[in-house]
């Protein structure tokens, strides 16, 4: 008589919790590999981690324009013009006060 291992066997309660169709599934494949069920769940849940990191967004990069929106965000248009053209101004006369334009620095 050959020496042929058998295939290890699905625990009942997992094949319960796992329903008819996907522990069907999983017996096939224990089967085809000849691994045991655990080996295989946890490989399966790899691959979804890994095709899930690669399908969803990365998280918000903070970068300047990002951070500078921010800043923005609760100040109402009018004000942030009055702001920005305050900074222009000041800018502009910083450099009329040194008698040298702004690409001359």
């Known amino acids: 008589m050959p020496n042929v291992k058998s295939a290890p066997s699905l625990p009942p309660e997992l094949a319960r919790a796992l329903g008819a169709r996907r522990s069907a599934r999983l017996r096939a494949i ?10 295989l769940l946890d490989l399966a849940i790899e691959l979804l981690d890994l095709a899930s990191r ?13 951070l500078g929106a921010a800043r923005w965000r609760n100040i109402s248009p009018e004000a942030r013009s009055e702001l920005l053209r305050r900074v222009v101004q000041a800018r502009w006369a910083k450099y009329k006060n040194r008698g040298t334009k702004p690409d001359d620095t």
């Open 30 to 39: 224990m089967r085809h590999s000849g691994l045991p069920p655990e080996p």
């Open 54 to 66: 690669k399908l969803s967004p990365p998280p918000i990069r903070r970068t300047a324009v990002g």
